[in-house]
C-alpha cells in the first residue's frame, strides 16, 4: 500500500535551518508530483511546496518563498524539503503529499523557538 514517512523535524532557534525527508513506497513515485504542507495548530492545512515528477517545476507559497527549497531524488524515492531562515510562524505539523491522491503521511512537528 502507498506510504509516505517524514523524518528531520524538531525545534530550531529563529533563523536556523532543519531539512525534512519523505520516504515513499508503494506506487512509483517517480511518475507522481509530490508536495509538501503544513498546519498550525487552529489553522487549515496550507501548502508549503510542490514539484514535478521529474523535478524540473517547483512551486512555493509566498511565506516561504526564498527560504525553502523542495527537491527530490527519485532512485531513492525521497522528497525533500530544505528550510532555511526558518521564522517562529514556520511552526507547524509538516505533511509529505502524493500530489492528485488523497496520500499523506503522518507528519513530523517543526517547532522553531527561543
Known amino acids: 500500500q502507498v506510504r509516505l514517512v517524514e523524518s528531520g523535524g524538531g525545534l530550531v532557534q529563529p533563523g536556523g535551518s532543519l531539512r525534512l525527508s519523505c520516504a515513499a513506497s508503494?506506487?512509483?513515485?517517480?511518475?507522481?508530483?509530490m508536495g509538501w504542507y503544513r498546519q498550525a495548530p487552529g489553522n487549515q492545512r496550507e501548502l508549503v511546496a510542490t514539484i514535478t515528477s521529474g523535478g524540473s517545476i517547483t512551486n512555493y507559497a509566498d511565506s516561504v518563498k526564498g527560504r525553502f527549497t523542495i527537491s527530490r531524488d527519485n532512485p531513492k524515492n525521497t522528497v525533500y524539503l530544505q528550510m532555511n531562515s526558518l521564522k517562529p510562524e514556520d511552526t507547524a505539523v509538516y505533511y509529505c503529499h502524493r500530489e492528485n491522491y488523497n496520500s499523506w503521511g503522518q507528519g513530523t512537528q517543526v517547532t522553531v523557538s527561543s
Open positions: 508503494g506506487f512509483i513515485f517517480s511518475i507522481n508530483a
